[in-house]
T-cell receptor, first 116, second 111 residues
Framework: GAVVSQHPSRVICKSGTSVKIECRSLDFQATTMFWYRQFPKKSLMLMATSNEGSKATYEQGVEKDKFLINHASLTLSTLTVTSAHPEDSSFYIC????????????FGNGTRLTVT | GQQVMQIPQYQHVQEGEDFTTYCNSSTTLSNIQWYKQRPGGHPVFLIQLVKSGEVKKQKRLTFQFGEAKKNSSLHITATQTTDVGTYFCAGQGTSYDKVIFGPGTSLSVIP
């Protein structure tokens, strides 16, 4: 089945630093990838839709300058949390669909970000 | 914008009892998907429903999509401890683009 690889799985950083999270579709091409954020015991909140070769579409209330998304190829999207603060600590999950088949979402394993 | 609601938020059942979670969308959906997330894990796809009134079964799990394509349900018969986790419904509008998740129902099964 379709596999989405997300790295790193866990990262601890200091306030003010930037963190990059990678999301790769391993056996299919994904023109669109989605970035979600999940707080403990809460649902997945869509942050942005990452589009290959064009600008990402951000959901209302999500700062695009804070959460930089780059989708440079059909298999890779990156999310960079810039100038991280403790309130950015969360679980970030990427997902992708095999658009050839209008498939459901395939999720990466997520990244646990802790900002100290 | 599109909103997806889900009830109940939590459900505690005795092993062997049945369990149902209900999902409602504020707008008509093109399809609805169900995911299960175990504690500490990531969401895992269970099923996708596309047709109005569709019913699908996976062993002890029964999924329904409403006639108006705005609501859905997941029913588990004779729960087992392996069913523990949070069940999310997720809807896609007619754009076939973003998927919006409901708040989830957290299921606990008491052995």
């Amino acid at each position: 089945g379709a596999v989405v690889s997300q790295h790193p799985s866990r990262v601890i950083c200091k306030s003010g630093t930037s963190v990059k999270i990678e999301c790769r579709s391993l056996d299919f091409q994904a023109t669109t990838m989605f970035w979600y954020r999940q707080f403990p015991k809460k649902s997945l909140m869509l942050m942005a839709t990452s589009n290959e070769g064009s600008k990402a579409t951000y959901e209302q209330g999500v700062e695009k300058d804070k959460f930089l998304i780059n989708h440079a190829s059909l298999t890779l999207s990156t999310l960079t949390v810039t100038s991280a603060h403790p309130e950015d600590s969360s679980f970030y999950i990427c997902s992708a669909r095999d658009t050839r088949y209008n498939s459901p979402l395939h999720f990466g394993n997520g990244t646990r970000l802790t900002v100290t | 914008g599109q909103q997806v609601m889900q009830i109940p938020q939590y459900q505690h059942v005795q092993e062997g009892e049945d369990f149902t979670t209900y999902c409602n969308s504020s707008t008509t959906l093109s399809n609805i998907q169900w995911y299960k997330q175990r504690p500490g894990g990531h969401p895992v796809f269970l099923i996708q429903l596309v047709k109005s009134g569709e019913v699908k079964k996976q062993k002890r799990l029964t999924f329904q999509f409403g006639e108006a394509k705005k609501n859905s349900s997941l029913h588990i018969t004779a729960t087992q401890t392996t069913d523990v986790g949070t069940y999310f419904c997720a809807g896609q509008g007619t754009s076939y683009d973003k998927v919006i998740f409901g708040p989830g129902t957290s299921l606990s099964v008491i052995p």
